[in-house]
């Protein structure tokens, strides 16, 4: 069976300090791995995903993501912080790419001014 | 044209009543889930609508749960004789994939409260 793991509900970083937000990930098989960001009162917007290839996933609105196939994780990550990326963020992983996801709980980031 | 839309955005009923939620994917997407969010958790798989195949209804809770596509456009989740433990965010999102992996498209959600 497919999970994963966001081990921190909270993560808090001053604004222009880069920012992680830690995922890991346990899938039989080649992950299909994608993070995804909740607004208030909002659907979730999709930020960026891994298919293959490069371990370095750029994405949407400056965020990045790190692929460790040995560590069977997918940080994010943002090399410096807004205060509107305030948010709720997810991790998720699919074992096929096009199959219902398999969420994490969710980190919510707080980025302070 | 816009994204997935649904609708209501917010229903509150009384416990043992009969919902109806409703879900308008992107057009010409061919994939269709639905997903539950309870406060403060992740989201929960539900029911996958992938073309004309048979759906995956592998996520639904309980029998009292049941969902329709008509053929790749709309979608409803009803919900029968509701319970308190139903009351949730139920998120409708769809996605383009006859060809590779294509990230899945989000609505806003409708707001589930049972009194």
């Known amino acids: 069976a497919q999970s994963v793991a966001q081990p921190e509900d909270q993560v808090n970083v001053a604004e222009g300090n880069p920012l992680t937000v830690k995922c890991t990930y346990s899938v039989s098989g080649n992950p299909y791995l994608f993070w995804y960001v909740q607004y208030p009162n909002r659907g979730l917007q999709f930020l960026l995903k891994y298919i293959t290839g490069d371990n370095l996933v750029k994405g949407s609105y400056g965020f990045e993501a790190e692929f460790n196939k040995s560590q069977t994780s997918f940080h994010l990550k943002k090399p410096s912080a807004l205060v509107s990326d305030s948010a709720l963020y997810f991790c998720a992983v699919s074992p096929t790419g096009n199959t219902p996801l398999v969420f994490g709980k969710g980190t919510r980031l707080s980025v302070i001014a | 044209g816009a994204g997935v839309s649904q609708s209501p955005s917010n229903k509150v009923t009384e416990k043992g009543k009969d919902v109806e939620l409703r879900c308008d994917p992107i057009?010409?997407?061919?994939?269709l889930y639905w997903y539950r969010q309870r406060l403060g958790q992740g989201l929960e798989f539900l029911i996958y609508f992938q073309g004309n195949s048979a759906p995956d209804k592998s996520g639904l809770p309980s029998d009292r749960f049941s969902a329709e596509r008509t053929g790749e456009s709309v979608s409803t989740l009803t919900i029968q004789r509701t319970q308190q433990e139903d009351s949730a965010v139920y998120l409708c999102?769809?996605?383009?994939?006859?060809?590779?992996?294509?990230?899945?498209?989000f609505g806003d959600g409708t707001r589930l409260s049972i009194l």
């Open positions: 057009s010409g997407h061919t994939a």
């Open positions: 999102a769809s996605s383009f994939s006859p060809r590779g992996v294509q990230p899945q498209h």
